[in-house]
């Protein structure tokens, strides 16, 4: 398949080949995903075959605004409105229940489907989406082409990040290109992703509100909108036999490069200096820190992470950093990692994700 690559010219043409059942590889704020019309259980499950992604970790439904939450869901709890209000457009994705086809729905389906792709289940979103899950995850990107796009197509687009499963998500149309090309139907050109990491996930059908991944939305200016808000305990700690994270994809190994990672924990001098004891002179050891470290380590490749204290610039250029590791083709990564305040959070734990937890604390 030739991969068509648009600019941000196209968005119609991006938008009729969602319509017509194929795979648009869109920006967001945050990572590119890929996406597909989130009504058409056949376009859905190419996405799955496109990344190799395992058939039971559901994918997230894109909508241009808010009003468009009750197409798809029910029940849905003041807590959202009010998180929809503050941060969408944004990087935040909420969990929310899937709702049911009205009698008068199930009633026009027996007259026979609506269009090519219309499925006749009980609830309105396929179960290939949710994996058969009464939920759904769904979010508004604060990008302006990506929400056009959909505004475009008029139907919700599933998309999950745009990476080959287990791989770093993709930020920019190069990543996109390398993980996709030949794979997808086209991939629309809207330069690099601001956020860098992907978006916030929070249960609002649980009470307390539960955070399954920290991402672009902090967790603090959640509990400013929300008070109480908990932590899935899959965001920290790697899950024990026959434990089950809430958000599926938190259980497998993800965001890894070839190479195997190690993170060093603490202040940021001390792990740069413990990093700097333990390279090896005959291996080929990468090393990903902060700027301020950045020549601690000449003969060995490196990648900026940002300054020290700066979280937004760390999560912007982790999953850049990730793939550039494999382009040098390191034997070994070592990684400093930040603390856990604002976007500090989701940068550990893709860090933690992409090591398998395999962390040294200084
Ligand atoms: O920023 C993002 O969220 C990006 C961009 C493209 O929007 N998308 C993204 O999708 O990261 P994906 O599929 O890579 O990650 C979505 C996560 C998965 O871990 C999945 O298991 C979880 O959301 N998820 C989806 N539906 C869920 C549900 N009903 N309940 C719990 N977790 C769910
Ligand atoms: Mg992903």
Redesign the pocket.
Known sequence: MKTELLTPNEISRAAEIIKSGGLVGIP?E??Y?LGANGLDPVAVRSIFQAKGRPQD????L?IPDPSWLERCCEDIPEAAWRLAERFWPG?L?M?LKCRRRTPEELEALKKGPICSCTHTGPRIIPDVV?AG?D???M?C?AHDLCRAVIQAAGVPVA???GNTSGRPSPTSVGDMLEDMDGKIDAILDGGDCQVGV??T?I?VTAVPPRL??P?GIPLEELRDVLGKVELDPAILRPMGEGEQP?????KYRHYAPKAPVIVVKGSPARSAAYILEHLSPTYWDGVICFDEFADWYPGHPVERLGGALDHWENARRLFHALRAMDEAGVKRIWAQSPDTAGLGLAVVNRLDKAAGFHIVEV
């Not at 970790?57 to 997230?60: A, K, S, T």
């Not at 809430?246 to 938190?250: K, S, T």
């Open positions: 967001t945050t990572v995903g970790n559901p994918l997230i894109h990087p994705t969990i949710t899950l939920t759904v995850g979010r990107p998309a999950p990040s992907e978006s996930i249960d399954l991944r991402g809430r958000a599926p994809g938190m």
